[in-house]
């Protein structure tokens, strides 16, 4: 089954110390980075949430890492285009909610079966293709190690 991954089911798929396989996009490997390197990974120190950023080096390590089992399916110019332009129509495809309709999108031109994604309240109303929480997903390998 061909299944596409998000950047938050990537991003859980890495606190689960979990190896993914399927489908993404190429800007999902900036938004991955862009969490780990900048506002981090929620982490519990002294019993309080804490969020914990690693290091350029440690995020770029668990950026190839997490990402050696992915291929990468990208829209063209003019279907990123036509995706905007599409998004116009639908209520609510605003600011950064573009980044979930575009990862909808390449799931859906790449023939995706399936989602990954922690965000089902958003991609639930961009697309009918079935959503998963990584947790449930049995295409995720155990991280060698």
């Known amino acids: 089954m061909k299944t596409y991954w998000d950047t938050s089911a990537l991003i859980r798929a890495y606190v689960m110390k979990q ?10 490997v900036s938004e ?4 780990l390197s900048g506002p981090g990974l929620a982490v519990i120190e ?25 291929d990468f399916f990208d829209l063209n110019g003019m279907q990123t285009i036509e995706a905007v332009e599409d998004s116009a129509k639908v209520r ?18 790449c023939g995706a079966e399936r989602i990954l994604t922690v965000n089902m309240k958003d991609f639930s109303r961009m697309t ?18």
């Open 92 to 109: 609510d495809i605003i600011g950064r909610n573009i980044h979930d309709w575009m990862h909808c999108k390449a799931a859906e031109q």
């Open 32 to 35: 991955f980075f862009c969490v």
């Open 46 to 70: 002294s019993g309080k949430t804490v969020k914990k950023a690693l290091s350029p080096v440690g995020a770029a390590k668990a950026t190839r890492e997490t990402f050696s089992g992915l």
């Open 19 to 28: 190896m993914p396989q399927g489908i993404t996009r190429s800007h999902t």
């Open 128 to 145: 009918r293709l079935p959503l998963e929480a990584p947790s449930e997903h049995n295409s995720i390998q155990p991280a060698a190690g």
